[in-house]
C-alpha cells in the first residue's frame, strides 16, 4: 500500500492518507459517541449532532493531511541537496582529476 501511495504526487497523495486517517478519527468518534450515548440517560435525541462533527473532524483531518503533505514535498525540495541528480556526486573543488593526472 505504502509504494501505491508514494508513487503519487503529494497532493494526491495527502488526499488518500488523509481520507483514510479522517475515517478513521472522524468514523472512531461517531463509534465511541453512540456507544457511550447508549449507556447515558441524557443524550441529544437525534444523531445529526454526532455526524455534524464526525464529517467537520473527517473535512479538517483530510485539509491537514493534504496541506503537511504539500508542504513537506516543498521543503524537501528545497533542502535535498541530491536533486541535482549526477552533478551531486561531482568532486568537490580542488580535487579535478584532470589537474593530478596532466602533471
Not at 455534524?52 to 493531511?65: D, P, Y
Not at 521543503?75 to 541530491?82: A, E, P
Amino acid at each position: 500500500m505504502f509504494s501505491f501511495v508514494g508513487k503519487r504526487r503529494p497532493l494526491v497523495a495527502g488526499l488518500i492518507i488523509g481520507s483514510v486517517l479522517g475515517l478513521m478519527i472522524g468514523g472512531g468518534y461517531g463509534v465511541t459517541s453512540a456507544w457511550l450515548c447508549s449507556g447515558i440517560a441524557r443524550c441529544p435525541a437525534s444523531w445529526q449532532p454526532f455526524a455534524l462533527i464526525s464529517s467537520i473532524i473527517f473535512v479538517l483531518v483530510v485539509i491537514a493531511t493534504v496541506v503537511v503533505a504539500v508542504v513537506g514535498a516543498k521543503l524537501y525540495r528545497i533542502f535535498d541537496t541530491s536533486i541535482g541528480g549526477d552533478r551531486a556526486y561531482e568532486p568537490s573543488v580542488g580535487t579535478n582529476t584532470e589537474e593530478v593526472s596532466g602533471r
